[in-house]
């Protein structure tokens, strides 16, 4: 019998042999079916954010983001330029590792607020000029949404 031989690099044309316990024997399959398959067989998460919106008619505004995993691209469009509005983030106890926020703002918002709800915010902007964005990334080890963009 042939010793087996360890590979740490696989090819498309390579074979994996698997056990096909309702057969109760072994079969070998191409690295390519195999990916296939479990490509069929597994969910994955969908990568495109949760658009919410929001619509102030007043100074002094509060959007609300809505607690959850997904990331969220709130788009804010203001009736007109405010002094002051505030964005509340999810609840700290909600947030996820990694999870984003995208803002965009049609109007100039001169004070804005960042409510952390329960979590630290850090370099988010403290005014928004018309049709700006910026982009808010958590991290669940500090507890802390970090302004990336």
């Keep these: 019998m042939a010793k087996a031989t360890v590979t740490d690099t696989l090819a498309s044309g390579d074979y994996i042999v698997i056990e096909k316990t ?4 072994w079969r070998e399959i ?3 079916d195999f990916l296939t ?20 008619a007043a100074s002094g505004f509060t959007a609300t983001i809505t607690d ?16 002051a509005g505030t964005i509340k983030l999810p609840a700290v106890a909600n947030a996820i590792d990694k999870q984003m926020i995208i803002v965009n703002c049609t109007q100039a ?7 952390g709800n329960g979590s630290t915010v850090v370099g988010a902007p403290t005014a928004l000029l018309a049709n700006e964005f910026f982009t808010l990334k958590f991290d669940d080890v ?6 990336i963009g």
Aim: proline share 7%; glycine share 6%.
């Design 22 to 25: 309702s057969q109760g024997d």
């Design 30 to 32: 191409s690295v390519t």
């Design 37 to 56: 398959s479990l490509y069929t067989l597994a969910t994955f998460p969908s990568s495109k954010p949760t658009t919410q919106y929001y619509a102030p």
């Design 68 to 83: 959850g995993s997904a990331d969220i691209h709130l788009i804010l469009t203001p009736l007109a330029g405010y002094a």
């Design 109 to 115: 918002v001169a004070a804005l607020t960042m409510d």
């Design 142 to 147: 500090l507890s802390t949404w970090y302004c």
